[in-house]
């Protein structure tokens, strides 16, 4: 079975600066899709960013980057000029066959003013 | 607005009583699912369908049950058989098409237990 663990429970930044989030699964498939959702205080989760294992190049969204590094079965999420808005519960999540969705235990981002 | 939508906000359970938690959505999406969240952890799957009239188990499964009459809608019944209720139920919906079929949420159901 497949597993997601995100090791940092807890995260803080400063307002502008950049933080990286981790998060390494285990699979024995080739395929498969990575995910990073944002669940702000209102509980709503909120697809951030994806990235296709079969893509050499990391995904970007806006302030948003994925660093994946198939191999080591990595899947860190940088957020570059961090903004306030943008504290949250962090998950990381992984889809192989079939279409269900694997989520790690969540990393807690607090952005200091 | 296309979306995901789910009642009640917050739903209170009283002992023996079975519940039932609706999520709707008009996104066309074929698949439809139910996660619990408990406090520190992550999203645990209870029940997914990819087609009407068909759904499929998840990891957390008993004590809970679900209908699939029409591809808009998917309610969850939480039944008296679960004995640890209390928890934060989100629903969510994706196509079937192949490729990384993203899954979008509902803002979820507060169940609590008097």
């Known amino acids: 079975a497949q597993t997601v663990t995100q090791s940092q429970p807890e995260m803080s930044v400063q307002e502008a600066e950049t933080v990286t989030l981790s998060c390494t699964y285990d699979?024995?498939?080739?395929?498969?899709?990575l995910f990073w959702y944002k669940q702000p205080p209102s509980r709503q989760m909120i697809l951030v960013i994806r990235q296709e294992a079969y893509k050499q190049q990391n995904a970007t969204e806006n302030r948003f980057s994925v660093n994946f590094q198939k191999a080591a079965k990595s899947f860190s999420l940088k957020i570059s000029d961090s903004q306030l808005g943008d504290a949250a519960m962090y998950f990381c999540?992984?889809?192989?066959?079939?279409?269900?969705?694997?989520f790690g235990e969540g990393t807690q981002l607090t952005v200091n003013p | 607005d296309g979306g995901i939508t789910q009642s009640p906000k917050y739903l209170f359970r009283k002992e023996g009583q079975n519940v039932t938690l609706s999520c709707e959505q008009n996104?066309?999406?074929?698949?439809m699912y139910w996660y619990r969240q408990d406090p520190g952890q992550g999203l645990r799957l209870i029940y997914y369908s990819q087609i009407v009239n068909d759904f499929q188990k998840g990891d957390i499964a008993e004590g809970y049950s679900v209908s699939r009459e029409k591809k808009e809608s998917f309610p969850l019944t939480v039944t008296s058989a679960q004995k640890n209720p209390t928890a934060f139920y989100l629903c969510?919906?994706?196509?079937?098409?192949?490729?990384?079929?993203?899954?979008?949420f509902g803002p979820g159901t507060r169940l609590l237990v008097l």
């Open positions: 969510a919906s994706s196509i079937v098409a192949g490729g990384p079929e993203t899954q979008y």
């Open positions: 996104l066309n999406h074929d698949a």
């Open positions: 699979t024995s498939e080739s395929d498969y899709y």
């Open positions: 999540a992984y889809r192989g066959s079939g279409s269900r969705l694997t």
